[in-house]
């Protein structure tokens, strides 16, 4: 297991919820976390992403809702959620992308009531 994802589950429309994302086997700092998802028949899609110096990639579907941080420290990314809409269910799954890897999570599934 590289990484460890937690947060997800089911929300009304117009409610928040907190991905958290650990890449637990990088020692160093790794260069870009992120999220991605995939909605049932659907391509796998970027949520957003941030590198080791904050800087931050949105998809346009997110943009101004969902805000994405990291600790770089400790390689972890957190994605706030906020304002959701019944699009936004899928499976999330956790990135972490550097040198010498490539790595996803499991996947966490976020659904959203209408």
């Not at 941030?50 to 998809?59: A, E, F, Q, R, V």
């Not at 997110?62 to 990291?70: A, E, L, P, W, Y």
């Not at 956790?94 to 499991?106: A, M």
């Amino acid at each position: 297991v590289q990484l460890v994802e937690s947060g997800g589950g089911l929300v009304q429309a117009g409610g928040s919820l907190k991905l958290s994302c650990a890449d637990i086997k990088s020692i160093f700092s790794v260069d870009v976390m992120g999220w991605y998802r995939q909605a049932p028949g659907k391509q796998r899609e970027l949520v957003a992403d941030i590198t080791s110096g904050g800087s931050t990639h949105y998809g346009d579907s997110v943009k101004g809702r969902f805000t994405i941080s990291r600790d770089s420290a400790k390689n972890t990314v957190s994605l706030q959620m906020n304002s959701l809409k019944p699009e936004d269910t899928a499976v999330y799954y956790c990135n972490s992308n550097g040198w010498d890897h490539n790595y996803w999570g499991q996947g966490t599934q976020v659904t959203v009531s209408s």
